[in-house]
């Protein structure tokens, strides 16, 4: 059964650190993407970073050179590890797996989606 299993969300203050973790099971983690997104009431869900299987890595503009997005083999687990954060970067974080699809954003079209983990960041 696909799944997507966040954690590492909490409350950190502005300026601080966090690494979120997205473990996959079955053929999930294999995916030709794997996506961190995030959304907060009343805005639309915004994409993060992503890291395809063909090698490309990409960020969205607002993280770029604060956030890192990596994969652990190993453990069939996808990171993002976020530094220097600040109050704008309050929201839910979700992982999602996907598949080609050059009419999505970042050609990655997400089939199957985490349940969420909650950064909030303080000022």
């Known amino acids: 059964q696909a799944q997507l299993v966040e954690s590492g969300g909490g409350s950190v203050q502005a300026g601080g650190s966090l690494t979120l973790s997205c473990a996959a099971s079955?053929?999930?983690?294999?995916?030709?993407?794997m996506t961190w997104f995030r959304q907060t009431p009343g805005k639309e869900r915004e994409g993060v970073a992503i890291?395809?299987?063909?090698?490309?890595?990409r960020y969205a503009d607002s993280v770029k050179g604060r956030f890192t997005i990596s994969k652990d083999n190993a453990k069939n687990t996808l990171y993002l590890q976020m530094n220097s954060l600040k109050p704008e970067d309050t929201a839910m974080y979700y992982c999602?797996?996907?598949?080609?699809?050059?009419?999505?954003?970042?050609?990655?079209?997400?089939?199957?989606w985490g349940q969420g983990t909650q950064v909030t960041v303080s000022s």
């Open positions: 079955g053929d999930t983690y294999n995916s030709y993407c």
């Open positions: 890291i395809r299987s063909d090698g490309v890595i």
């Open positions: 999602a797996a996907g598949v080609r699809d050059l009419g999505h954003y970042w050609s990655c079209a997400a089939r199957v």
